[in-house]
């Protein structure tokens, strides 16, 4: 496998706050990380880090040159009430890239999405329909990895997994994915690798290293429970 990151002692800190403490990993290209923690552990904070829109100490050492990272944050600044469509998005993301239709075409193929939906008034699409929008727009400029911050937030279940059926076929392609979730089934179902985060990391490595222990220690007694049935190893 070729390495495509590697992140050594990544810390963050915000005044006399640290908000990140000696986080350590590496990922392969065609990895699926899952990124895993509480509220203010410091999930988004780790994926700013990564993109360099925080200042941080330690290394983090992308491979080869290539396209900045895709990145679909947990909150995008757009209100669906106002009159424009998810093409007038694609268009402007792609004058600043610089890149022609055939980028935006290209992109919306991947995702899935239609002509049709790209040229409604966003306030018309549904939440999956509107990520799946998003998505394309992380993909401008056909960057190998993707980082992506809680992506099926509000949408209920069958809009979710075609969320993570997409991220399953870009992974097939080729892209590495970064996934920032409370969902812990992910794991098992998605996953290659798991960064178990509560300011520093608890755990990294294979779904596996992730035990019942693990989880105690990242959520205390309010475990979240998982999506699939199924449970982690109690060691």
């Not at 998810?86 to 999405?113: F, N």
């Not at 992380?138 to 993707?146: E, I, S």
Request: with cysteine.
């Amino acid at each position: 496998m070729t390495s495509i990151l590697r992140v050594t002692n990544l810390t963050v800190r915000v005044d006399s706050s640290v908000l990140l403490r000696d986080v350590s990993f590496d990922l392969d290209a065609g990895d699926a990380l899952l990124v895993l923690g509480p509220n203010g552990a410091g999930k988004t904070v780790l994926l700013r880090a990564l993109l360099g829109l925080m200042p941080a100490e330690g290394g983090v050492r992308w491979s080869a040159p290539g396209p900045a990272p895709g990145y679909l944050p947990q909150r995008l600044d757009v209100e669906r009430h106002l009159p424009m469509c998810g093409e007038d998005l694609l268009r402007a993301k792609a004058a600043l890239l610089r890149v022609g239709e055939s980028e935006i075409s290209a992109a919306l193929k991947r995702v899935g999405v239609s002509a049709e939906i790209v040229r409604s008034p966003i306030g018309h699409l549904s939440g999956g329909q509107f990520q799946k929008v998003l998505i394309a727009l992380a993909l401008l400029g056909a960057p190998r990895v993707l980082m992506l911050d809680e992506p099926t937030t509000g949408l209920d279940e069958p809009s979710a997994e075609h969320i993570y059926d997409l991220l399953r076929r870009l992974r097939a392609e080729g892209v590495t994915i970064i996934l920032v979730s409370h969902d812990l089934g992910l794991a098992h179902r998605f996953a290659t690798k798991v960064l178990c985060l509560n300011t520093k990391a608890l755990c990294f490595g294979p779904p596996e290293r992730m035990t019942a222990q693990t989880l105690r220690e990242l959520y205390g007694e309010a475990v979240p429970s998982f999506h699939d049935g199924s449970e982690p190893a109690a060691r």
